[in-house]
């Protein structure tokens, strides 16, 4: 190489790299951008949530209790039997569920309580936290097809859908168990761009994480396998990686199963057995398999609807645009279908059941976007956060008020080993107030201070108070201990 040679390299050299690394803050610039403005949406969602003891969905309190009960068990240094510790700490706090679900999302509540403490604010932060993780899961998801603006447009519509916007401000474990699968979406859609066995066995970790926060998400987990069969075909099955992958799996769900069938069997016969529950028609028939379909405009909202079917005549008339789409549309389309018709013929229905299936449609309704220019991404996004804006004020969070007022009134009217018979709606929600009150000494329930019927009618609270005969309170008393 001449000297006049590497002098020329030299200056190439010398002028390209300014450009690459500006090309390279862009990126990062953008990204920062990006992961900021799905932040805002998460804090926006912990804002507006009930954050004052006025729980309107009142699982949400004996959700965030066993989050509580957690964090005590594990401060008493795990010595004694947790069956004794949750009897003797459900005597005190009687709103305990921790036994009819799986173990994470509580898990996730003892550790913000362990730093924040307990309080209606931890308890809504922890939901928020895993809301933003599923704000980067479909982000990180439709990237694999799709540009970074229509990412983050697919992202904020997601929390944009009524029942996914809902839940992601109460104390309840769907978002946390969606945040699992989106991620676990992500993870397949890279494995099967790469091939790389230690992503699928990430899939499959993350798939368990999803079941053990709510049971339901198992309905999705078929979609996974579907999506894998129909990419690779029957080769996979001959796979040892496969069935590494497929044990792996099965270990994790062995505890949680045997778990549930051992205290909460009433599960299993939700979803397998041959009553109707709260249906009252057969499971199989016409009327069960298209009630949730008649409410998907309430799970989803329309305009997802509608950019879903636009996308679907899209790829009828012109087909896939390339192989990473069509991954990811197949992955979509079978989370969808597989998820509807289970969650369909389970016995009982609640539209909370299938917030899961917001997902395909935030998803697919994006996709036709990004055959466009990059000016239509943008377009994109600034519609799904107008759609964000205008369902934070059209849905606001019901609030049920009054609980805190009634437990500081028990605390405050109490003495020492007196006991308080709470009578009234919202049972869960007097005991969370009283928890927060009193984090050591005071129970709740009948074992507790003094005699209280708490009453709520459709308006304001009423307080009333009315020792019973001595002997009476005794008699029953000695009865519940």
């Known amino acids: 190489m001449t000297s006049s040679t590497a002098a020329m390299i030299g200056k190439v050299s010398l002028a390209v790299a300014p450009a690459y690394l500006t090309h390279a803050r862009r990126r990062w610039a953008g990204q920062f951008l990006i992961g900021a403005l799905l932040a805002a949406v998460a804090v926006v969602t912990f804002v507006t949530a009930a954050r004052d003891e006025d729980f309107w969905w009142g699982d949400g309190a004996s959700f965030a209790l066993n989050g ?101 401000r109460e104390i309840v474990m769907e978002i946390p168990a969606l945040a699992f699968l989106l991620l676990a979406a992500a993870a397949l859609l890279r494995y099967q761009a790469a091939k790389s066995t230690r992503r699928l066995i990430v899939v499959a970790l993350l798939l368990a994480g999803a079941i053990h926060t709510k049971q339901t998400a198992i309905f999705v987990v078929p979609a996974f396998a579907a999506a894998l069969l129909i990419d690779e075909g029957v080769s996979l099955t001959r796979r040892w990686s496969t069935w590494i992958v497929v044990a792996t799996a099965a270990i994790c769900l062995v505890p949680l199963a045997i778990f549930t069938f051992h205290f909460s069997a009433e599960n299993f016969n939700i979803a397998f057995g041959p009553g109707t529950g709260e249906k009252g028609y057969d499971r199989l028939s016409i009327r069960a398999l298209t009630r949730y379909g008649r409410s998907l405009p309430e799970i989803v909202g329309y305009i997802p609807l509608l950019g879903t079917a636009a996308y679907l005549g899209l790829v009828a008339k012109k087909g896939w645009r390339d192989r990473a789409e069509r991954r990811l549309a197949v992955l979509m389309l079978a989370w969808f279908f597989i998820d509807y018709v289970l969650v369909s013929v389970t016995a009982d229905f609640e ?43 059209r849905q606001p969070v019901v609030r049920v008020e009054g609980y805190n007022t009634a437990a500081q009134f028990v605390l405050e009217q109490s003495e020492q080993n007196d006991v308080v018979l709470f009578h009234g709606a919202g049972s869960k929600n007097f005991t969370f107030s009283v928890r927060v009150r009193s984090p050591k000494s005071f129970s709740c329930g009948l074992k507790s201070f003094s005699w209280t019927t708490i009453s709520r009618g459709t308006g304001a609270s009423s307080i009333v108070t009315f020792p019973p005969p001595k002997s009476r309170r005794s008699s029953i008393v000695t009865a519940y201990r």
């Open 68 to 168: 509580e009960f957690l964090r005590d068990y594990i401060a008493s240094g795990l010595g004694r039997s947790p069956m004794a510790f949750a009897a003797e700490w459900y005597f005190r706090y009687p709103a305990l569920t921790i036994s009819l679900y799986p173990p994470i999302f509580p898990l996730a509540e003892a550790a913000v309580f362990a730093v924040f403490g307990f309080s209606h604010n931890a308890a809504q932060a922890t939901v928020t936290i895993f809301t933003l993780l599923a704000l980067f899961g479909v982000y990180w998801t439709v990237r694999t097809s799709a540009g970074a603006l229509c990412a983050a447009g697919a992202a904020v519509l997601l929390v944009a859908s009524p029942e996914v916007l809902r839940w992601s």
């Open 351 to 393: 539209i909370r059941y299938a917030t899961f299936l917001a997902v395909p449609f935030a998803v697919l309704s994006m996709l036709p976007i990004a055959r466009l220019p990059l000016p239509a991404g943008a377009a994109a996004l600034i519609m799904s956060l107008c759609l964000y804006a205008g369902l934070l004020s």
